[in-house]
């Protein structure tokens, strides 16, 4: 018989790429902010994030179905979410991969493979976050590799030279980035989850998986190049994936290597559109029961 619940590993992959999704697009933002003590406003955002999450767990397990009006003001912001995400990560394809590809063509095929992906349900999306998982890892550890080949501790630069406020103020936008995809949990039916005695646990570690990654991808970045250089790119990322074309093993194959970078926005827009879809079938209830 086939198991239709969501097991443990593709809702903790689920949970991983949610988290991780926002500093990926939008990470220049907060550099940009907080500079050389950027590591400070991530370490801050982690613990209020993970705050943030314990609420959002708890809450979950006790959403049910509902009236209309919650269901059309809940689809209203998920599609605007959507929206924005969708003109990030086509922005971040076109200028990081396909500089002479047409804005409007690669949205139309990035809305379609989402909208294919979505077709499903919610355990199809978490099997494909799965999936990707195994992909992703080779790929973030060639990356590892390979950036650890060009890093210089010269640009080692003392913490806290910059403003409180701004570190703060990084730390709450980041927290920010990180939660916002994170509450797509929220529709995810409790009672599809295999094993719920042991499901928080597990989205913990997910979670604290997609932290060290965000560190680890900062720290690649910061000890790559001077903060300068890193604040005047929109998506400064590209600048680790750049360094490993300099080694002749990884010369033609940095930005296939890059792909992975990919992989956590695609699986939070079919996520999106994939609770839009079962908000309009009218499946889910938006409310707290008593």
């Known amino acids: 018989m086939i198991n239709k619940k ?3 590993l593709q809702i903790s992959t689920l949970t991983f790429f949610l988290t991780i999704t926002s500093f990926i697009l939008f990470s220049s933002n907060i550099i940009k902010i907080s500079k050389s003590d950027t590591i400070i406003s991530i370490i801050i955002s982690s613990i209020l994030s993970l705050f943030i999450l314990k609420v959002i767990l708890s809450l979950r397990k006790k959403f049910k179905l509902t009236n209309e009006i919650n269901k059309i003001f809940i689809t209203i912001i998920l599609i605007t979410l959507f ?8 922005n971040f394809i076109k200028v990081s991969f396909l500089s002479n590809g047409n804005f409007y063509s690669i949205i139309i095929l990035i809305f379609i493979t989402t909208l294919i992906i979505s077709n499903q349900g919610y355990k199809e999306v978490a099997s494909l976050s799965l999936i990707l998982s195994f992909i992703f890892i080779p790929l973030f550890i060639i990356n590892i590799y390979g950036s650890t080949k060009t890093l210089d501790l010269t640009y080692l630069t003392p913490i806290f030279t910059n403003n409180i406020i701004d570190i703060i103020k990084a730390s709450l ?3 920010f980035y990180i939660t916002i995809p994170l509450l797509l949990l929220l529709f995810i039916p409790y009672n599809e989850i295999d094993n719920k005695k ?3 646990k597990y989205l913990y570690l997910a979670f604290s998986l997609g932290i060290l990654t965000i ?3 900062y720290l690649l970045l910061y000890f790559s190049c001077n903060i300068e250089i890193i604040t005047s790119y929109e998506y400064p990322f590209m600048l680790v994936i750049n360094s490993l074309s300099s080694f002749l093993i990884f010369n033609r194959f940095s930005y296939i290597i890059s792909f992975y970078l990919l992989f956590s926005p695609f699986i939070t827009l079919s996520l999106i559109l994939t609770i839009i879809r079962q ?3 009218n499946k889910y209830i938006l409310k707290i029961q008593d």
């Open 279 to 281: 908000l309009k079938l």
């Open 173 to 175: 936008l980041l927290t």
């Open 198 to 200: 042991k499901q928080d």
């Open 83 to 90: 929206i924005y995400l969708l003109i990030n990560i086509t």
């Open 215 to 217: 560190i680890i991808e």
């Open 6 to 8: 969501i097991d443990l």
